[in-house]
């Protein structure tokens, strides 16, 4: 019928099967048809609206991003053009398709570059491509206009600038930017833990140690688990010849976590 019908009765015909196949809980069902009227009705909001979710519950992310690209072409609002886009260069970074993504985050950018997340994504897309020359032109113009500020956005242009420093394997660089990243924001998890691991890498075992005291801290998610930061405060702690505190923090591990199998 899909096929058949034309104009306003071939919309009404797909989105009536999309949403039939809803019900049924087979909206991949309603995908080519829905596909096929988009083709043919362009402007359709409906049907490029039905066929984002379709996207969206099967996890159709390339697809999806392509969608969103299109969609931006057809707004009118700047606001919702520089998110359809940041929107759809992120997803083609989550698939790991950076040449697809920067385009999209260029041109949010050039529509505002002021926007700390079309920033840091257009960053990620080019760290992704090994274009860090152009992520290091940027950061630096992102920083430059924060006028030595700390906050929670700033703490993520320190942080890209830690991953192009481990990149080209500049770890002065690297452990320097996590710890303005860290000042910004100790909130934030996953720059607290690449932090902790640089540091224990490099021994720098105080500011590796101080900063496993902040992880115990923190109530958002970390890759470093409350438990595994007392944990290694204790190793630390026994490297450098402390048993009683090693002891001590092992036990506070145990306590926090004792299902923790690397907790011993």
Not at 17 to 36: C, F, M, T, V
Not at 122 to 149: K, N, P, S
Request: aromatic content about 4%; overall charge negative; glycine content about 6%.
């Amino acid at each position: 019928l899909v096929y058949l019908e034309e104009g306003a009765a071939q919309v009404d015909a797909a989105l009536g099967l999309s949403h039939a196949y809803s019900e049924l809980d087979q909206p991949d069902a309603a995908r080519e048809g829905l596909e096929h009227v988009r083709s043919a009705q362009p402007d359709s909001r409906e049907v490029r609206t039905a066929l984002r979710r379709i996207y969206e519950r099967g996890e159709k992310w390339v697809e999806l991003a392509r969608l969103l690209v299109e969609d931006a072409e057809l707004a009118e609002a700047v606001e919702e053009k520089v998110a359809l886009l940041t929107r759809a260069g992120n997803l083609f970074i989550e698939a790991g398709d950076a040449f697809a993504a920067v385009e999209p985050l260029r041109k949010a950018h050039q529509l505002d570059d002021s926007a700390t997340d079309v920033t840091v994504g257009l960053v990620d897309a080019y760290i992704l491509a090994g274009w860090f020359d152009d992520a290091t032109t940027l950061l630096d113009a992102a920083l430059g206009g924060t006028r030595g500020r700390r906050s929670p956005e700033v703490c993520l242009y320190h942080h890209r600038r830690a991953q192009v420093a481990d990149a080209l394997g500049d770890r002065a660089t690297q452990l320097e930017a996590l710890q303005e990243a860290h000042l910004c924001n100790k909130k934030n998890g996953e720059v607290a833990a690449a932090l902790a691991d640089l540091a224990e890498e490099l021994q720098e075992w105080d500011l590796a140690q101080k900063t496993l005291r902040t992880i115990t801290l923190i109530d958002s998610d970390c890759p470093i688990s409350r438990a595994q930061a007392f944990l290694r405060q204790g190793r630390i702690a026994r490297l450098q010849g402390d048993n009683k505190s090693a002891k001590m923090w092992a036990r506070r591990a145990k306590r926090e976590d004792p299902d923790d199998c690397a907790v011993d």
